[in-house]
């Protein structure tokens, strides 16, 4: 670019993942050993990297690319934007690699394409004088079509049609470089910036001639307001009056943008658009220009059209030429996920209250994506894919809710971090990178306390995902892998037990037995920090008491008497798929006696566990071991399992969270497939801070026990609250 | 009852439009009270009016039948910062002795009503400014210019050899797409002689092309911006498409000579230092010429509307404008559009104010 460059770069990433393996028990003492074996081995997984700096830099960059490039197949880089003509020898000369310029629309085009459908909250609207300036949006699964208004110097505006298919449909030569330019010429202020500063600080009415100057009121004829611009700069007409620097810069802002707006939306009617990104260096990071073009387009279109900006817009150009470069390789058929880790953030709106932070953020800048093993869809099961919204509630929205959520975080801290280094007692400097996650979350959450949105919304969901994107940089990819380890094994020798005394029930105390037992085994969540420091001063702390722990019904949230009649009267169920919370009892003795009742009942099972590793939530790999050893144990599980009745999945996340819009695709296919009419979701995290509202097209089950006294209260109960919620949807 | 005005108050400008009858009879001359007479005699034998009013002579409308008198209708402007002077003559000249109604459009008609009253005991009757406008235009339309035709269009306009002025038949005028360019602008799209509807407006106007001007170059007269704009090169001051791309842009179809960015070559100190006030005054003129012919376009379009009228007074003795709007609207509509202009450009206002006094006679 003109002054910044954005470079995108491929890396392989080598990390270290926690693995589980059976052990062969046969003829061993079963009763003194683990469970299974934990090891922890090395990973490679694949990194896109976007990094902005100033071109002042470029040496030192390309010095950085010579020392890093792995792959000598490369023979050639993709360039593009003004610079990449600027730069070109240097580049050659210093990488020894050729210089490939590709069309500036084209890679901004493919760039932001690739943002919109992979980053979730990638695009926010501008809410002027709100708590919240931004409004972030929830990914649309279908992305086109959509007018890209790209202001640069000039402006160019652009329909996109579908991946491939774009096409210039106008332009207007009023852009960013005539308020420069012009800016410049006005008011003698050279930097792009300052003129920014000076228009936010001027009265433009001093400058501009108004409705109400013409008609001393307002046109009421056409409904047009006094205070509307009649003519931009119509009172300067004169040549012995001066006007201040900031006047000027104010009125020349608002005829810009204005003007900008106005095309945009005829752009928007004549060709039936009502989406509009705006992009380019007159917007990029920039609120007081987001906020005049935001007013323009509803004035302009009377609300019907909506602007809306990109958090990353200003990678579009190097995401699309790094695109284009990687053609054969088709990033586009992977998932990619944001890593809050590696990406720094939308900078802040307030220059004026957080004047470092904006000189950092403007002139370096950077973004992470890891590339997903497998792709990641909608649940088929979701009512309206493109209203779904994972998180129940918007921290950067809940002021209150907020403040509560970042003291929690911050004061759990301590205690993750130690665990971190507890659970790697072998290594040398576990302490040292402890401490290191600890530095490194302590600053994500101070930078979330000034700018709620850096990662589109704020939620718990988005707060505990950081956490294990900080955990997994510094190695620690499962801190809990022995605690869930030994709670699996304590919990199996249960199992026979907690099944006898079911079955001796009669039906109908049995489905409230299950139910007890699926909500007591949720307490067991070291992810809440009631429930952690009640296990770690209390090691002895199981099943019975976790269930004296529970609410007496009726509970907070209540319809088991709905779901006890469903069962009662309904046909069974022709499957069932589970979304799973904790290792230990919550999976092996409140899960799993439950699936085995549904199975009895002629219901099949899809049961789905978390890719990756979160807190002490069932990894995939461990809820394959399990389900082995119940089975060894349990005639109904064995034969389901034999029989393909019950169907152990992964969701394709690693999170304690649950987004049903990023899903693996296996599960999405299987769920069609065996007919799915039953979701069950569990757990605090899963139930409550996600999906507590989502609507399904089938009867669903929502359940978790709550563990913090401050959401209980929220939601009008006390701590071990119940949320039993079974919902079918309306015909 | 004589004496007839229409007066159109705009931001910048008042445009005053006076019928004066020719065919008095000798009855009539004996009745006709002292103070009627002075004014008559006033506005005919003058051509400018204090420091500022000025006649424009050569607009006028000879041997003109309006409510079946015959006369000549003569078209007077002066600066709306002069109403005040103006509304005090009226006082002086004891106006209100006659008995007229005084018809008058235009936001000023609002905005100074209160001191017609106060301070020329005057009533006024204010009219809607895009009425009288669009009655205007059709009145003087349908009477022609002293036999010549009002209308008129540019043949070859993408041809600066070729190009040149010629009548337009306006017989059917419908729909038109009706651009009036005064301090700002309006877009109408005219349906029919009642019906037609304000598709938009832009604040980019006659006024920000003068007040920009100003600012600068220090001109203080539209006259004198006009005249500075003539003499200027505005490729100095923006940026063209071969300036980014060494020549056309031909992945969007763009020509070199395109403007990509108005004033885009002043981002640059150098630059800044080296271009003069006559290219600023033309790149000011070109910017904000092609902004309202980009808009226009793009409201023809909507609007499925082909021809396209721009009047009011930002084209007087504007050439440039003229020629531009009705190259570019040719230009980049691949020859759809044609671009229309009137020789009466910024008084139909006050025409069609004129009219609805003689209407309601």
Partial sequence: GGSLTKLAYYSTVQHKVARVRSFDHSGKDIENEPLYEISVQEEITARLHFIKFENTYIETCLDFIKDHLVNTETKVIKATGGGAYKFKDLIEKKLGLKVDKEDVMTCLIKGCNFVLRNIPHEVFAYQKDSDTEFRFQTNHPNIFPYLLVNIGSGVSIVKVETEDKFEWIGGSSIGGGTFWGLGALLTKTKKFDELLQLASKGQHTNVDMLVKDVYGGAYQTLGLSGNLIASSFGKSTTADKEFSKEDMAKSLLHMISNDIGQLACLYAKLHNLDKIYFGGFFIRGHPVTMRTITYSINFFSKGEVQALFLRHEGYLGAIGAFLKGAEQDNPNQYSWGENYAGSSGLMSTSPDVYPMQRTRSGTFDMLEMDRLERPLVNLPLLKDPSTYIPDTVDLTDDAMARKYWLTCFEEALDGVAKRAAASQPDSVDALERAEKFRQKYWNKLQTLRQQPFAYGTLTVRSLLDTREHCLNEFNFPDPYSKVKQKENGIALKCFQSVIESLDSLGWEERQFALVKGLLAGNVFDWGAKAVSDVLESEPQFGFEEAKSKLQERPWLEDSYSQWLERLKEGPPHKCALIFADNSGIDIILGVFPFVRELLSRGTEVILACNSGPALNDVTYSESLIVAERIAAMDPVIQSALREEKLLLVQTGSSSPCLDLSRLDKGLAVLVRERKTDLVIIEGMGRAIHTNYYAALKCESLKLAVIKNSWLADRLGGKIFSVIFKYEVPCK | VFPWFGLDIGGTLVKLVYFEPKDITAEEEVEEVENLKSIRKYLTSNVAYGSTGIRDVHLELKDLTMCGRKGNLHFIRFPTHDMPAFIQMGSEKEFTSLHTTLCATGGGAYKFEQDFRTMGDLQLRKLDELDCLIKG?????????????????????????????????????????????????????????????????????????????????????????????????????????????????????????????????????????????????????????????????????????????????????????????????????????????????????????????????
């Avoid at chain 2, 349908?142 to 038949?169: I, M, R, W």
């Avoid at chain 2, 092309?209 to 505005?234: K, Q, R």
């Fill in chain 2, 137 to 361: 235009v059709l009145y003087i339309d349908s009477v022609g210019f002293n036999g010549h035709s009002e209308c008129y269009y540019f043949e070859n306009p993408t041809d600066a050899e070729k190009c040149q002025k010629l009548p337009f038949n306006l017989e059917n005028p419908y729909p038109l797409l009706l651009v009036n360019i005064g301090s700002g602008v309006s877009i109408l799209a005219v349906y029919s002689k009642e019906n037609y509807k304000r598709v938009t407006g832009t604040s980019l106007g006659g006024g920000t092309f003068y007040g920009l001007c100003c600012l600068l170059t220090g001109c203080s007269t539209f006259e004198e911006a006009l005249e500075m704009a003539s003499h200027g090169d505005s490729t100095k001051v923006d940026k063209l498409v071969r300036d980014i791309y060494g020549g056309d842009y031909e992945r969007f179809g763009l020509p070199g000579w395109a403007v990509a960015s108005s004033f885009g070559n002043m981002m640059s100190k150098e630059k800044r230092e080296s271009v003069s006030k006559e290219d600023l005054a033309k790149a000011t003129l070109i910017t904000i010429t092609n902004n309202i012919g980009s808009i226009a376009r793009m409201c023809a379009l909507n609007e499925n509307i082909n021809r396209v009228v721009f009047v009011g007074n930002f084209l007087r003795i504007n050439t440039i404008s003229m020629r531009l709007l009705a190259y570019a609207l040719d230009y980049w509509s691949k020859g759809q559009l044609k671009a229309l202009f009137l020789e009466h450009e910024g008084y139909f206002g006050a025409v069609g104010a004129l009219l609805e006094l003689l209407d309601s006679a």
